[in-house]
């Protein structure tokens, strides 16, 4: 969860309960080790494309899995899905939005600005931790990412 | 001869000179009539002029129209005015005008032009009646609906603001009153799961109602917002065939059936015009019901069926569980309305109000009946029947 360079899986959520939970959920599927943790919308672009906007070189990071709560802090996650999925250099990275929202107006806008796949957090942990789970596991072990030997 | 003729001619001109009189007399009993020279000079007006535009008649021979002019029309519409009956034509139109005490008055009006030998006009003759009154229940037609329009939008803004103001209100809801719930039911997890050997199996009983109620208070939220949102979600009315809604539905709730004998009797079902999304949520909140509420039977019977009618068409959905008490039966579509303990029947009390919602919003109603004991039927409609 430290090595930045490292971390595959990108989460970002400002609530520390579901934060917790979240990683939790990702430590008993595996995937603990390779976390890294941005609390609003600023922080996860400022990690994937470097300080102020990285027009610089394509940030040299191994993102395979970006988790991304909606309602956040300073610059919300469909301004961060617009940013990612406009960009190049982290286009391909998947997004999976996991948020409390079951607004069809967010779901609709999220698809639309390129996000990979939508997850409503479930009430139940069970579920919940499920839906984490699953979502790791895919897009970590069953996705062929591009450009990676 | 010639003197014969002469007196034949004579009395023929008095015969004509009589009638042109009588016309005259007739014209003048309806009509406001002016004559006016080419200049636009008048010569003659007859009493309704002087009455209407209260001047006497010394007060108008001789003057031209611009004395009762009432500055309403535009330059343009007075300069078509002449230009019209300078050139023989007649003219037609409204015209509001001033009397000499200030006041206006509206005349319909009809300009004639008389021509002479060459096919100049000699003299104009002006031919008018009075719509003030008609003019007067125009303006007031205009004015009611302007005000009507008025309220209209402003009605629109406070409906419209208001519904903004609902759809982030249940946003916030949908987004901030589950985080804590899913904190709490996440966290009792944890404590099962990490620190299970160490309670005593009360404590983890505890937990494991913090979890049901957690769980249950989340399964309202979502209750709710559903609820709430159907007002404002349009309905988008399509045909549908209500046999597949039914088995999509069944499908649907395939898990709540899991362990049960349920003889399901689905009779041919009538499509109809409606919101399949929305309809469906119909059959589902009441075959979910319906296989609930015959749980502690051995065979659960449920029949579904349709009549048609005039108007709407006529759905329903009967059990032979436990029904209820119909003393109570208005209550049973209202909003977290429940009539059996939660420890006999789970369920958040929300799934009739939808069912309600939903088929005032295709037209129609719902009804129930039961005996206590014995079963139940729910029963609804949806507008456009036979007739249509």
Known sequence: MNDEAAARVLLVEDNPQDLELTLRALRRAGLGADVHVARDGVEALDFVLGPGGGSGAAPARRLQLILLDLKLPKCDGLEVISRLKSDPRTRAIPIVVLTSSREASDVARSYQLGANSYVVKPVEYDRFSNAVAQAGLYWLSVNQPPGLE | ?388
Request: with cysteine; net charge neutral; glycine share 8%.
């Open chain 2, 1 to 388: 001869m010639k003197t014969a003729d002469n007196r034949q001619a004579t009395l023929q001109l008095k015969d004509a000179l009589k009638e042109l009189g009588d016309l005259k007399a007739a014209l003048d009993e309806h009509a406001i009539v002016a004559i006016t020279d080419p200049q636009g000079k008048i010569r003659y007006a007859n009493d309704k002029f002087c009455a209407i535009s209260k001047y006497s008649r010394e007060e108008l021979i001789g003057r031209d129209h611009r004395i009762i002019n009432s500055s309403h029309h535009p330059k343009e519409f007075i300069r078509n005015l002449w230009a019209t009956i300078g050139q023989g034509k007649v003219w037609h139109g409204e015209i509001k005008n001033r009397a000499k005490d200030g006041s206006f008055y509206w005349v319909d009006t009809t300009i004639v032009p008389f021509l002479d030998g060459e096919g100049r006009p000699r003299q104009y003759v002006a031919i008018r009646a009075d719509i003030t009154e008609r003019k007067r229940a125009e303006d007031e037609v205009r004015n009611l609906n302007a005000a009507l329009e008025q309220r209209v939008v402003e009605r629109t803004a406070q409906l419209e603001s208001a519904n903004r103001e609902l759809e982030a209100f249940s946003y916030t809801v949908s987004h901030d009153l589950r985080a804590p719930l899913r904190a709490i039911d996440g966290f009792s997890e944890a404590v099962i799961e990490d620190f299970g050997p160490l309670l005593p199996d009360e404590g983890k009983r505890y937990l494991r109602t913090i979890r049901a109620g957690a769980q249950r208070m989340g399964a309202l939220v979502d209750d709710l917002l559903t609820f709430s949102r159907l007002s404002r979600q349009p309905v988008q009315k399509s045909q549908v065939d209500m046999g597949q809604l039914v088995r999509d539905a069944l499908e649907e709730l395939g898990d709540a059936q899991k362990n049960r004998r349920i003889d399901l009797r689905v009779g041919d079902l009538l499509p109809c015009l409606g919101d399949a999304s929305l309809l469906k949520l119909v059959w589902i909140n009441l075959l979910s019901n319906a296989v609930k509420f015959t749980g502690k039977r051995e065979v659960a019977i449920i029949e579904i069926g349709c009549s048609a009618g005039r108007h709407a068409t006529h759905y329903y959905v009967r059990d032979n569980g436990i029904g209820f008490d119909m003393r109570h039966a208005e209550k049973l579509f209202g909003v977290f309305q429940r009539l059996h303990r939660m420890e006999d029947y789970e369920g958040t009390g929300v799934g009739l109000a939808i069912v309600d919602r939903i088929v005032q919003r295709h037209g129609g109603r719902g009804w129930a009946e039961a005996v206590e004991g014995q079963g139940a039927t729910f029963h609804f409609t949806v507008e456009g029947g036979a007739a249509s």
